[in-house]
């Protein structure tokens, strides 16, 4: 069993940046690949970033190429989205998740879930 908790929302305003941490629970978090949804209102929940359990591989969404990057500290049973040059259409609930692979992950299948934390980027 992993519990995850999101961390860092907030309101910020274009072209700010943001950071989000999400702490899991349990010892089989370094086993686990890692992965960032976000879902806005009216939308569907959607694939942000993932990375691999060693955190050798990371895998990004088109729209979010360039500007966010996922790291994990194993260690600390963290994974993290850093998020530069946001815009408007960023603004969502941001979902942590662990699942089993990382092509799995990228498909919404998700072994553990977080509740989510706001991030609301103004104009």
């Known amino acids: 069993q992993v519990q995850l908790v999101e961390s860092g929302g907030g309101l910020v305003k274009a072209g700010g940046s943001l950071r989000l941490s999400c702490a899991a629970s349990?010892?089989?978090?370094?086993?686990?690949?890692m992965g960032w949804f976000r879902q806005a209102p009216g939308k569907e929940r959607e694939f942000v970033a993932a990375i691999s359990w060693r955190g050798i591989s990371t895998y990004y969404a088109d729209s979010v190429k360039g500007r966010f990057t996922i790291s994990r500290d194993n260690a600390k049973n963290t994974v993290y989205l850093q998020m530069n040059s946001l815009k408007p259409e960023d603004t969502a609930v941001y979902y942590c998740?662990?699942?089993?692979?990382?092509?799995?992950?990228?498909?919404?299948?998700?072994?553990?879930w977080g509740q989510g934390t706001q991030v609301t980027v103004s104009s």
């Open positions: 349990g010892r089989t978090f370094s086993s686990y690949n």
């Open positions: 998740a662990a699942g089993s692979t990382v092509d799995g992950l990228r498909r919404k299948q998700v072994d553990y």
